[in-house]
């Protein structure tokens, strides 16, 4: 089983960034790909940026550019630093880890609000 706990989010102007975080504990060592998704509101959850290994990445093309992942496996943690945000990344983000057994598992998810 693996436990991941969102942080991070919160209201900013267009413009500006956020950096989320997502702390991973349990069976980490099964974890192979991390990733943070994002789902508006009416809208079907979609893929941000996912992180393998701790090294090869790979975005959404609506957030090239502009948003960075990364992970720092000694805290078992990966991140999502948000730069020159837009209105229409206003969505709750969430992180999930992918195992080597084919699971997935998701947090609770973080509230990004961007204003005009």
């Known amino acids: 089983q693996v436990q991941l706990v969102e942080s991070g989010g919160g209201l900013v102007q267009a413009g500006g960034s956020l950096r989320l975080s997502c702390a991973a504990s349990?069976?980490?060592?099964?974890?192979?790909?991390m990733g943070w998704y994002r789902q508006a509101p009416g809208k079907q959850r979609e893929l941000v940026a996912t992180i393998i290994s701790g090294r090869s990445t790979n975005y959404a093309d609506s957030v090239k550019g502009r948003f960075t992942i990364s992970r720092d496996n000694g805290k078992n943690t990966v991140y999502l630093q948000m730069n020159s945000l837009k209105p229409e990344d206003t969505a709750d983000y969430y992180c999930a880890a992918h195992t080597g057994r084919n699971d997935l598992y998701w947090g609770q998810g973080t509230q990004v609000t961007v204003s005009s």
């Open positions: 349990g069976s980490t060592f099964s974890i192979n790909v």
